[in-house]
């Protein structure tokens, strides 16, 4: 389902140079670029490797909708669904859907591809500027039924006609959202300023050349004789598929296999993964605090976790690369390197064999049973999984060790409890510590995760430790860097600078984000390096916090890598700018650099795109009054506080505009909701207290004034509001303690001691 970022010149005409002189005296010619020459041109070599392929997951990948293809019921089929009846029919070979289309109006849509074969199948309409909408409707291969799967991915959710997850807006989109991953050589080809799409692809499905790269010099070089063959381990291809590392493969597999970002076409070769695309990292939303997965994360994210991965596990350990089915069934696809003796035993999995007698555990007033033998397959308690999509069972693939002695602390899951749905979780953990010796001793870092996701200090000494220890997997030391921001402070300012360094490209790219400089020249110092980093995907990074450098401070050579770089960051947010989230970093990028016209029009080009995408009215809001356009910030606030009541910076934003506007009613009752929605913001507190004090409720200014300080008690300008507030009072006695406390923090400043020496003259 389609859901919810100096001396190179010379060196570069030295290299070209020589390159070209050592091709001149070898050969004469220019060297040839491989094309993609079909998978048809690899039977003959390879016929089982091809067999094996053919009606694999890849193979159905998408397909064109025809009577071998299309699985679902179009016999005058019907489904009703929240009051209307979609119907599935056939006219003249082809095939079509009556539903609700744009708009919510219905009509007549015909079927041109399909998309995927089990456990379900999807389907794919053709519209205007080249865009192909992914049907809601959907087929059940496993019970034959049509189903709705809005109503799985969406749970409890009205998708309304407007809203960009609707089927036919851009959050159903193929060419954006799908396609890339489901056929071979894709090209999106999306003009940002027509929005149109001539998307294209040399195979529609996932093919031979989709993983090995395009085929034709390979095919080159099978045709020679042995003795003309060049000796090298790529076989002409430009893809190198053997004799390599663990990382590398997974790599092969990550750009689909990810939740990811993507920077550009697939187009092979790549040096780095992160060259092509962004991961998303396992932290809430996406994943629960223990990194589990909880919406889809298409293995990568999961699976980067797992020690299975720090030991140099590969996927092809587990799957044959070319039908993508499991290398053994069982426990003996795990006991490929665990010892049978140690864990496929009672002594280890403590429950019954599938030979073995007892009854089946049936579960939820009989609607469920759980048969006999399933609690001893390893896969059932280190790789639980969940259903996505309605009907397809997916398992996480981070391999661990169940803790149900954290579910109840972290709302977390637990393979005991989910086979075993009538007990709590308590009685799970009883029964691993009674069978295991000291079970909550692993490592395990979903409580730091958890504390630093709620904001809480006591997070700050496990973030520290999973970062600096070599035995956590980048992909966590990633999430770990990403949560410091959280927790400003100068043991962590001293650590996310040190990682701007760091051998980890996701840790980089953390750091980066994260990064607080002391001033301009420390931002230039410490950042203008990684604009020359190994991967794109940090030199994005930086890129996005330094466009807004004032070119007077830089020299020559800088501003030309920072122009380069955002001449690279600009093409790279073009490929997606049919997402709000690229539109909207484009708009960042020209408002920091005071393109402002542009700004706007990125900004605006995001909110169409998705209505429902607040950051970009947040931001379009405030350039807006930066340029004096105060009308039209208010009514974007407005729109993000009545659609997304829970953003309270946003009602802090819009109290302080309101009070610039002079609508000081207005200004205090969203100032108040703020500050109840977020206790512990001093700021928050010490502005409500200005206004209340401006508008003649004193006691409510004292209040609001009072907790101010208290949040941050050596806050001069809070000090300051609060004394002269009781000062104007008359109440000398009740100023004096915050006067004196600034005297305390500037006893060199005259005026303090002005201030403390007329109160105590009072008193």
Request: hydrophobic share 30%.
């Amino acid at each position: 389902m389609l859901k919810n970022r100096y001396s190179a010149s010379l060196t570069s005409c030295f290299v070209i140079s020589f390159s070209f002189f050592i091709n001149g005296c070898r050969t004469n010619q220019p060297q040839q670029q491989p094309v993609f020459a079909g998978s048809h041109t690899c039977i003959e070599c390879h016929e089982t490797e091809y067999h094996t392929w053919k009606g694999s997951d890849h193979d159905h990948a998408m397909d064109t909708a025809v009577a071998s293809t299309v699985l679902g019921d179009f016999n005058n089929a019907t489904f009703e669904h929240n009051g209307f009846t979609s119907r599935f029919y056939t006219k003249d070979g082809k095939y079509y859907v009556h539903t609700k289309g744009p708009q919510g109006v219905p009509g007549d849509f015909q079927i041109v591809y399909t998309f995927g074969g089990r456990p379900l199948q999807q389907y794919l309409i053709p519209f205007e500027k080249g865009r192909f909408q992914t049907l809601p409707l959907t087929w059940d291969t496993q019970r034959k039924v049509w189903y709705d799967i809005t109503d799985s991915v969406y749970k409890g959710q009205e998708i309304k006609p407007d809203d960009w997850l609707y089927w036919t807006n851009n959050g159903q989109n193929w060419n954006g959202m799908c396609a890339e991953c489901h056929s071979t050589n894709l090209r999106k080809n999306y003009n940002p300023v027509t929005h149109v799409y001539h998307t294209t692809w040399s195979e529609i499905d996932v093919s031979c050349e989709a993983c090995h790269g395009p085929g034709s010099e390979h095919n080159k070089w099978a045709a020679l004789s042995e003795r003309a063959r060049k000796r090298d381990t790529t076989y002409g291809l430009i893809v190198q598929t053997g004799n390599i590392t663990s990382q590398q493969l997974v790599d092969q597999c990550a750009y689909c296999h990810a939740r990811r970002t993507s920077f550009g076409d697939f187009i092979h070769p790549r040096k780095d993964i992160f060259d092509i695309m962004s991961p998303q990292l396992p932290v809430v939303p996406n994943y629960y605090p223990d990194g589990q997965i909880k919406e889809e994360d298409y293995v990568y994210g999961s699976f980067m976790q797992s020690k299975m991965h720090q030991n140099k596990v590969r996927c092809t350990n587990c799957h044959d690369p070319h039908s993508l089915k499991l290398k053994k069934q069982g426990n003996d696809l795990c006991l490929q390197c665990h010892k049978k003796e140690n864990y496929d035993t009672y002594a280890h999995h403590h429950h019954k064999r599938f030979t073995g007698e007892g009854s089946p555990l049936v579960l939820d007033h009989g609607r469920k049973t759980v048969a006999v033998g399933e609690g001893s397959l390893c896969i059932n308690c280190h790789m639980p999984g969940q259903y996505f999509m309605g009907v397809d069972f997916r398992r996480d693939h981070s391999m661990r060790i169940p803790r149900p002695d954290l579910s109840n602390e972290l709302s977390t899951p637990n393979a005991c409890t989910q086979c075993h749905t009538d007990k709590p979780a308590s009685w799970a953990a009883a029964y691993t510590k009674k069978w295991y010796s000291n079970p909550t001793s692993r490592p395990n870092f979903g409580k730091t995760m958890h504390r630093a996701d709620q904001g809480d200090t006591a997070a700050v000494p496990g973030l520290v430790s999973l970062i600096n220890s070599r035995q956590t997997a980048n992909i966590v030391r990633a999430a770990a860097t990403g949560y410091l921001i959280n927790f400003p402070g100068t043991e962590t300012d001293t650590l996310n600078r040190a990682l701007l360094t760091d051998a980890s490209s996701l840790v980089r790219r953390e750091a980066v984000r994260n990064f607080s400089p002391h001033d301009l020249d420390d931002l230039i110092k410490s950042l203008f390096p990684l604009l020359g980093d190994s991967t794109k995907m940090v030199r994005l990074e930086a890129t996005s916090r330094l466009a807004g450098v004032p070119r007077k401070n830089l020299d020559t050579l800088q501003k030309q890598l920072l122009s380069k770089n955002i001449d690279e960051y600009i093409a790279t947010m073009n490929y997606s700018a049919d997402f709000a989230a690229s539109r909207h970093n484009l708009g960042n990028l020209y408002s920091n650099m005071g393109q402002f016209p542009e700004a706007v029009e990125q900004y605006r080009e995001a909110i169409r795109i998705d209505n429902q995408f607040y950051p970009a009215k947040v931001n379009l809001a405030m350039l807006y009054n930066g340029l004096g356009e105060n009308g039209k910030a208010e009514k974007l606030l407005k729109e993000v506080v009545k659609n997304h009541p829970g953003q309270s910076q946003t009602k802090y934003s819009l109290g302080l505009l309101l009070a610039e506007m002079k609508k000081y009613d207005e200004a205090v009752d969203y100032l108040q909701q703020a500050a109840n929605e977020m206790p512990e913001n001093p700021r928050v507190h010490y502005n409500l207290g200005q206004l209340l004090d401006f508008s003649g409720d004193t006691a409510g200014a004292e209040k609001a004034l009072r907790h101010a300080v208290e949040l941050d008690p050596e806050n001069v300008q809070f000090l300051i509001a609060l004394t002269q507030l009781y000062l104007r009072e008359g109440k000398y006695k009740q100023a004096k303690p915050p006067a004196l406390k600034i005297y305390k923090l500037n006893p060199n400043d005259p005026d303090a001691r002005k201030l403390l020496d007329f109160i105590n003259s009072k008193l």
